[in-house]
């Protein structure tokens, strides 16, 4: 489990259960504790994470040897981290 702040918002990230597979649940809390949004994203094995100014994040994979980027609100955007025939060019994205 990993932990930001921003803005005073509390952004946790949960690898979730090996037992049942990778998958990575991001969920904001307000400084008082109250769960403002959660999502989840099934087969990605997160290293760590960002989130920068715009509010969007970015989790590394150490997995699928690429990193994610999901809007403030939960919204998955895009992957890369592969080239156009699907070879990895990352080997293991984290930090």
């Not at 809007?71 to 955007?77: A, C, K």
Request: charged fraction near 25%; avoid cysteine.
């Amino acid at each position: 489990m990993r932990i930001r702040i921003k803005d005073g918002n509390v952004l946790v990230m949960d690898a979730g259960n090996p037992w049942v597979g990778p998958q990575v649940t991001l969920q904001v809390f307000s400084p008082d504790g109250e769960l403002l949004s959660r999502w989840t994203k099934e087969s990605i094995s997160p290293r760590t994470f960002i989130w920068d100014e715009t509010g969007a994040i970015f989790v590394t994979d150490a997995m699928n040897r690429s990193v994610h980027e999901f809007g403030p609100d939960g919204s998955y955007r895009r992957t890369w981290g592969r080239d156009e025939l699907g070879s990895p060019y990352l080997d293991d994205p984290n930090g």
